[in-house]
């Protein structure tokens, strides 16, 4: 039996074969901000990353028809608990046309993995999309009545390095508390706790640090005068894909940024010396979500590659519990080993709800 892995991320997609637990490849292609800003929306690139994943395929030999299932990292539908999803019609629908309220490429996942699933007569499925909702209400409510923070976060490598610190340390993770913070295209921070994250930066959302292609938190005021003479339009693509290094360098290629760093470039160090501040306070901001009962800092994704970020972090957030250091992330074994249980009758998978975990509150049916 042979598994396709689609991983849209944004700035890479990333594929894998597997035949049942052993990898037959992985691969990830960058994909530089002024190829992806060329498409007016994320479903509009749907063509293109389709034809990355159909040349890879020919380029180690296989046809789509070759494949038995397709899973895709998947978000934007309606907010999900955390589990293996089925990919059906209705899940398709909401994830393109985000009902979840947010646009973010992993939606492309799903997306693909459904169309491939439909075209050869398999399936597919979904696993901890980046919606999982876990939130607790304060992490949820603002000061406007109505308006709520989403949870949006790198769910799947989140709880997947968090699992693996847990076994790495003979832990169970449903009985720790653990600070994650992935740190890729997109960064979020989350609060893990008992096995539940309970609050978390809402990645492509405007909150949380400012990434390679995200603005982060910037006080609202200021964006909305900024919006001003610009447009509304230009400030919500710059939540998910054209804020941070995009808006900063024009590129989202943290390999030339760092580069200019290295040169000693003042606005380039600026801006990765803030970045990293930024992610420490929001470890930082998690820990008293936690209490200060934290049992790891996990630092994890493709950023925690440089040695620079690694060590700022640690040189702030030390005090706080352990840092533990996990480069790149476990994405595509996590999506591959966990549909297997399902394959192989150990678990059972989720039918999509095509409604959200949060009911609003009982004061919002007088909005
Ligand atoms: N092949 C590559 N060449 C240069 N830089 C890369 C490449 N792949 C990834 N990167 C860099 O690593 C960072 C994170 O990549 P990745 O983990 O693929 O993130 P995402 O899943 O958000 O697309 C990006 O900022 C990008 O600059
Ligand atoms: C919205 C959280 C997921 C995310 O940011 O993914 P990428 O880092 O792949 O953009």
């Given amino acids: 039996m042979k598994q396709l892995i689609i991983n849209p991320g944004s700035t890479s997609t990333k594929i894998s074969l597997y035949e ?3 990898e037959l490849f992985t691969r990830s292609i960058f994909h530089d901000a002024p190829l992806l800003l060329s498409f007016k929306s994320t479903n509009d690139q749907l063509p293109m990353r389709r034809g990355v994943i159909e040349e890879l395929l020919r380029v180690y030999g296989y046809k789509l028809s070759d494949i038995d299932v397709f899973i895709g990292r998947g978000g934007c539908a309606y907010s999900q608990p955390s589990g293996v999803m089925v ?15 947010s646009d973010h490429s992993a939606k492309l996942g799903v997306m693909l993995a459904y169309i491939f699933a439909k075209e050869t007569g398999k399936i597919a499925y979904t696993v901890d999309p980046t919606n999982v909702d876990e939130l607790i209400d304060e992490a949820r409510l603002t000061g406007i ?58 990645g492509a959302g ?42 900063h360098f024009g590129t989202s290629n943290s ?7 290295e040169e000693k ?18 470890i930082g901001a998690m820990s008293t979500v936690l209490k200060g009962q934290v049992d ?14 690694v060590d700022g972090i640690k040189e702030r957030c030390a005090f706080i519990a352990p840092i533990y250091v996990y480069p790149g992330e476990v994405e595509q074994e996590v999506l591959n080993s966990e549909v297997l249980k399902v394959l192989n009758g150990e678990k059972k ?3 999509y709800s095509g409604k959200s975990v949060f009911t609003p509150y009982f004061w919002d049916k007088t909005l």
């Fill in 20 to 22: 049942g637990e052993r």
């Fill in 87 to 101: 990919i059906d019609e209705k899940l398709y629908n909401d994830t393109r046309d985000d009902r979840g309220g």
């Fill in 145 to 202: 009545k109505g308006v709520y923070r989403r949870a949006q976060s790198h769910v799947l490598n989140q709880k997947g390095v968090a699992r693996l610190w847990c076994k790495e340390h003979e832990k169970e993770y449903e009985k720790s508390n653990i600070i994650v913070a992935h740190i890729d295209g997109g960064i979020t921070i989350a609060a893990h706790e008992n096995g539940r994250m309970i609050d978390g930066t809402e």
């Fill in 206 to 247: 405007g909150d949380g640090p400012f990434t390679p292609t995200r603005l982060g938190s910037i006080p609202v005021l200021e964006a909305v005068r900024y919006a001003k003479t610009h447009s509304v339009e230009e400030v919500e693509a710059m939540c998910s894909r054209s804020g941070g290094f995009v808006n």
């Fill in 255 to 261: 390999d030339t940024i760092h580069k200019l760093v």
């Fill in 265 to 282: 470039d003042e606005h380039a160090c600026l801006v990765w010396k803030t970045m990293i501040y930024q992610i420490a306070k929001e």
């Fill in 296 to 309: 790891a800092i996990i630092l994890t994704g493709g950023l925690v590659r440089f040695n620079d970020i």
């Fill in 349 to 351: 998978a989720n039918t």
